[in-house]
Structures are given as C-alpha cells and as structure tokens.
C-alpha cells in the first residue's frame, strides 16, 4: 500500500496533464484497481464494503480518491458519507476522512456560499451526533483525529474545497514521512470501526436529514414530461445461489422528507398539465391524498385525470439518486394496484433527482407487468404477530 501510493504520488502530475484518462496507463490502474484491491485484502469480511476509486470520468480530476462504500448508508461518492483517502493538490499529503459525499448538496444548494455553509452545519450535526462513538477508536488514533476540515486545494479548484468541507473526522499524513503498511492499515481498520458505529447509529441523522432540512418540492418547468417506465437489465442469479442484492438503506424520517417533496411535485405536475390542456375543471379536481383527511390512505398518493376525464391513481416514489431500482409497495398499495389493473387506472410515478431537477419515468398497471412476468414481486418481510389468538366471549 506504501509503495502504491507513493507511485500514485510521483506520477500523478504528468497524468493529471494528459487531461484525459487514460484506462491503459498504469496511474489509472493504481487508483481504480490496486489500491481499492489492497483495502479489500485487509477486511476479514469484505463483502460488506464497496471499493472503489476515481481519477475522473472522462476529464481528469484535480487529486484521485479512494474511497469505502456500505452499501446500508451509499453504493457512490455522490451520496452518503464515508471513509475515503483525498490527495493534496501538490501530492505531497493525504488525509484518510469519513466525509459526506459532496454532490448530495451540490445539487440542493449550487457551489455559492450556501453550499458550504449548509455542509459546514452537517458536519457541526454529525460530529455533534457522533462524538461519544470516537470510544471505539485507540488512544493512538483518536489523538491524531482532525475535526477541522482538511486541507486540499490551493487552487480554487472546487470539487477540492467542496471535499474540503465535507471532512467530519480526518486523518493527514506528510507522503514525504508516510507510516508502514501496518500502520496504514492498522489506522484504516480504526477508522472503518468509527464508519461501522457511525453507520449502526441510530442517534445519527442520515445525511439527506440534513440536505432535506426547509426543502420545498422544485418548480413544474414548463416543458415537463413524463418518460415511459422501461426495466432495466438484471443478471439472472445462479440456480440455488443467493441473491446479491444490497441489504437497503437504514430508515430515517428523512425517507418521509423525500416522499413528501416528490409527490408534491407530482401534484404540481398534474396540475399544471390539466390547465396546459384547457383542462381548468379536471386540474381543480387533483387530490393529494396525504392532505385530504377524508380519504388520506386509498392506496396510493394521488388522484388524477387523463385530459380525456378518465381517472388516474397515481402512487409516488422517490429518490435523491438517479435513479430507482426497486420499490417497496404496502400491501394496500399493491391491493389497489390489482383491483385497477384491468381499468388500467392505477400507475407508479418513478421520481428521481427530486432534489435537483427530477426526472419522472411512469409505470402504469404494474400488476400487469408482474402478471406477465417482466417483473417480480418479491416478499420483503413477514409480520410475526407475538399476540396468540383467542375467541371472543
């Protein structure tokens, strides 16, 4: 690991200067293949992580990353928080930190001062939230632990000072006095430790509780469309293999933060396209269901028109990510979405970005799509009822 990342360091600028990456040149290789290989060598149990690294996509960037995924709390740099090795922009320090991904705020609140005012008062949070987990650490490593952010750039580069800020805990290191392997590794395996805890909180606010924080739904712009749903291409799993799907994101309140925005722009969507259409009577009609106390649960969010008068029953999902893989459907939500199935009335609005500027793909009869065998309807947990079952006298 040593050896790796003083090569990276010795070699960077002359790549750097290429502009462009380059898959074949052995820099590339470094940071997207050996170095995440070597964190992975050092996990008992690996398969709990994602390793990856990043030198661009397409442009090169300023310094690489190497970062450390759970899949429980992110699977990109773009979302989440987690531990990750940031490079200076002189390649002569590097610093281990556990930090919010930064597009996550990026896209909520630009690169103006907002932005880093909003990430200096989540990272306050966090650290606030998180300071009595700093026990799992050895005294050794939690004497050298940075609160400050670290220090990166010196040339206004923004991705560097936007990582910069999204430092919670850091670890710096001089490349000209870098430590062995073993206590590279040693310091990794404490602050993966620190990640775990972190992660397994439940007293921690996840990070979209502090992205979401006075969120209000996005502006209808006035070319709004919807797209047709299509299903994306899913490996077929080996007979008697396990499936190797990620366990799913801890819950937070924020879950609810998201949902609320997304069908709020839903409703504004249709809304906005009913009176497009000369449809000033059906638009006046939509109910949003969540602030409709005499029908708030029918099994989906809202109720619509097609411009042709015809009801549609529209249930919201959202994300803050690009996109939407799966969905978890209550069991009267998917009741509904069988009563309406041969009306063909009942419809899934898949909403993703809906911090930045959503994209809505429409699934509409899904029962009909799992009837068919597109797709699968999965059980997704059981309700043992603890309570034995008596005749009423």
């Known amino acids: 690991m040593r050896t790796a990342i003083i090569e990276l360091a010795k070699s960077w600028d002359p790549y750097w200067r290429k502009k462009t990456t380059d898959k074949s040149h052995p820099v590339h290789q470094l940071i997207l293949q050996d170095i995440p290989n070597e964190l992975k060598s050092w996990h008992k149990n690996p398969e709990k992580y994602i390793f990856k690294g990043s030198d661009g996509q397409g442009n090169i960037l300023r310094t690489p990353w190497v970062a450390t995924f759970n899949p429980e709390i992110t699977k990109s740099a773009t979302t989440g928080f987690y531990p990750v090795y940031l490079f200076r922009d002189n390649m002569k320090e590097m610093v281990l930190v556990i930090g919010f991904g930064a597009t996550q705020f990026e896209e909520k609140y630009g690169r103006g001062v907002a932005f880093f005012e909003e990430v200096g008062r989540a990272v306050?949070?966090?650290q606030s939230s998180s300071s009595h987990l700093?026990?799992?650490?050895?005294?050794?490593?939690?004497?050298?632990?940075s609160l400050k952010p670290?220090?990166?750039d010196s040339s206004k580069d923004f991705k560097l000072r936007a990582y910069e800020k999204c430092s919670i805990y850091g670890l710096p290191y001089s490349?000209?006095?870098l430590p062995s392997d073993e206590e590279l590794k040693s310091d990794y395996l404490e602050i993966i430790k620190l990640y775990d805890a972190m992660s397994g909180s439940l007293l921690i606010p996840s990070e979209e509780d502090y992205v979401l924080e006075e969120t209000t739904a996005p502006l209808v712009p006035d070319d709004f469309e919807t797209l047709e749903f299509v299903p994306a291409?899913?490996?077929?799993r080996k007979s008697g293999g396990s499936s190797n799907t990620q366990p799913s994101k801890r819950y937070s309140k924020s879950s609810d933060k998201v949902g609320r925005v997304g069908e709020e722009y839903v409703f504004n969507a249709e809304k906005d396209t009913l009176m497009k259409a000369g449809r000033k009577d059906l638009a006046s009609k939509v109910i949003w269901h969540r602030n409709y106390p005499e029908?708030?649960?029918?099994g989906w969010d809202i109720t619509s028109f097609e411009t042709n008068g015809e009801e549609k029953f529209i249930e919201v999902k959202s994300t803050i990510g690009k996109s939407i893989t799966s969905i978890i459907l209550t069991p009267?939500?998917?009741?509904?979405?069988?009563?309406y199935s041969k009306a063909n009335?009942?419809?899934i609005y898949l909403v993703s970005k809906v911090l930045g500027k959503p994209q809505v793909h429409v699934l509409k009869n899904p029962a009909k799509w799992v009837d068919e065998g597109t797709l699968d309807l999965e059980v997704d947990s059981y309700l043992l009822n603890l309570s034995e079952e008596t005749s009423e006298e």
Request: net charge positive; glycine share 2%; charged share 35%.
């Open 124 to 126: 306050n949070g966090m």
């Open 134 to 145: 700093l026990r799992v650490l050895s005294p050794s490593v939690r004497d050298r632990l």
């Open 150 to 152: 670290a220090v990166l």
């Open 175 to 177: 490349l000209e006095r």
């Open 233 to 236: 291409k899913r490996k077929k």
């Open 295 to 298: 029908n708030r649960t029918p």
């Open 332 to 339: 009267n939500e998917w009741k509904m979405a069988q009563i």
């Open 345 to 347: 009335k009942y419809q």
